[in-house]
C-alpha cells in the first residue's frame, strides 16, 4: 500500500486539482483549506460541513498528523511552557511569554538538536528530525490558543529560539514563517518574526538572498573565537569573521533588524575585556541591540551567573561605550522554560 500524503503539503491550487480530478466540486478545496490551516482540524471528521462521504474519501487518500498538547506548565510570572507531541511520538517544547503590550511565543524547529552548545539543555539530546513546517505552524497555534485563552489577547511576537537550530531546517522554517504571515494563514507581520540562529553563516547569507522579511538573531555567547569554540562547536566551521561577514551580507541585502544575543557567564565572559571584544564585534555589524541574558544553570552544564554587582558592571561598561544592550531577565526559571532550559525534563536524553 502506498504511503498516504499530508493533506497539508499540498498548496492550495493542488487541492483543487485533486477535488475536480476525482470528480467533485472546485468550491470543496476553500472549505477544507480553511479546515486545515484556519480552523485548525485535527481530524477530517472535524469538518462538519463536509457529508461524511466525503470526509471518508479524504481519510482514504490523505492523513492529517497534527501536533497536540502532551503536558502544560504554569510559571508563577505567568510564563506558560508546553510540551507538545508529534504524530510519530516525538516530544518538543514551546513557551507563551505574556508581558503588558506582548505575547510572545517561543517555539521549537527541530526534536532535539545536533549543536551540542555547553550551556543548554537540549544540545545535550540528539537531535531525532526536523519539524514539518505545518508541525511548526501547529506550535504558534496552540500557543496563540492558550495566549487568548489566559489574557484574551493573540499573539504578537514569535521568536525561534526554541529546540534546535532553524537554518538547519532551513526549508520548513521559511515555510512555515510564509503560512504563519500568510492572510489564508495567521497573517501576523513577518516584523514580528524572529529568528534565532547559533551562526551558520552559509545560510544566514542564504536568508539574504530570499530577501526575507523577518528578524534575525545571532547566538554569539563569546567575541572571540577561542572561548565561542569552547562553549560552541559550531565556532570551529563558523568562525566569528565569517559570521561578521554572512550578517554585513544579511543587512545589505535585506535591511532587517538584527540583534546580537550574548549569555553571561561567570569567570567566563562577564570581565570588562570581554566587554570591550563584544564593542569591538558590535562595531563591525549593523546590530540594532545587544541582549545581555541572564544565564540560567542547567544540571549536565557547569556554568553559573554572575553575581549582580559583575553583571551590572558589564552594562555599565556597554552603556559607556555607546553599545545599545538591554538585560533580559529570564521568566518561566521554576518550571524549566526559560533560554536555554527546554530539554523534555522528565524524559532520558537519548
Known amino acids: 500500500m502506498s504511503q498516504l ?12 486539482q485533486w477535488f475536480v480530478e476525482t470528480g467533485d466540486k472546485k468550491f470543496r478545496a476553500r472549505q477544507v483549506w480553511e479546515w486545515i490551516w484556519l480552523k485548525q482540524a485535527k481530524s477530517f471528521d472535524a469538518m462538519t460541513n463536509l457529508s461524511k462521504d466525503l470526509r471518508a474519501k479524504l481519510a482514504q487518500h490523505f492523513t492529517l498528523p497534527a501536533i497536540t498538547e502532551d503536558t502544560t506548565q504554569y510559571s508563577n510570572d505567568g510564563t506558560v511552557k508546553s510540551r507538545f507531541k508529534t504524530h510519530d511520538g516525538h516530544l518538543i517544547e514551546g513557551v507563551l511569554i505574556p508581558a503588558d503590550e506582548r505575547q510572545t511565543a517561543c517555539v521549537s524547529s527541530q526534536i532535539g538538536c545536533s549543536l551540542s552548545c555547553k550551556f543548554c539543555a537540549t544540545g545535550f539530546m540528539n537531535r531525532k528530525r526536523n519539524l514539518d513546517y505545518d508541525e511548526i505552524y501547529d506550535q504558534v ?48 507581520s513577518p516584523r514580528r518574526i524572529t529568528v534565532s540562529t547559533a551562526g551558520v553563516a552559509k545560510m544566514i547569507k542564504q536568508l539574504g538572498d530570499d530577501e526575507v ?12 573565537d577561542t572561548k565561542r ?15 561578521i561577514e554572512a550578517l554585513n551580507y544579511f543587512y545589505q541585502k535585506t535591511g532587517n533588524e538584527i540583534t546580537l544575543e550574548y549569555i553571561l557567564f561567570k569567570d567566563f565572559n562577564d570581565s570588562i575585556k570581554d566587554a570591550d571584544e563584544l564593542i569591538k564585534l558590535f562595531r563591525q555589524i549593523p546590530a540594532d541591540l545587544v541582549n545581555i541574558i541572564e544565564y540560567n544553570p ?18 555599565a561598561y556597554l552603556a ?9 531577565r529570564s521568566r518561566g526559571k521554576d518550571i524549566d522554560a526559560a533560554c536555554g532550559q527546554l530539554a523534555n525534563k522528565d524524559k532520558e536524553l537519548v
Open 5 to 16: 500524503k499530508n493533506i497539508r503539503h499540498l498548496s492550495f491550487n493542488e487541492l483543487e
Open 141 to 188: 497555534s496552540l500557543v496563540n490558543a492558550q495566549a487568548i485563552k489566559q489574557s484574551g489577547k493573540k499573539l504578537t511576537n514569535i521568536v525561534f529560539m526554541g529546540m534546535g537550530e532553524p537554518l538547519l531546517n532551513y526549508k520548513n522554517v521559511l515555510k512555515a514563517i510564509e503560512r504563519i504571515t500568510s492572510p489564508d494563514g495567521m497573517g501576523m
Open 213 to 224: 522579511r523577518f528578524k534575525l538573531a545571532l547566538s554569539l555567547h563569546a567575541a572571540n
Open 229 to 243: 569554540h569552547e562553549i560552541m562547536p559550531i565556532n570551529d566551521s563558523n568562525d566569528i569573521k565569517s559570521l
Open 298 to 315: 542547567i544540571d549536565l552544564a557547569r556554568f553559573q551567573k554572575p553575581e549582580e554587582a559583575v553583571v551590572d558592571k558589564f552594562m
Open 320 to 328: 559607556k561605550n555607546r553599545v545599545n544592550a538591554r538585560l533580559r
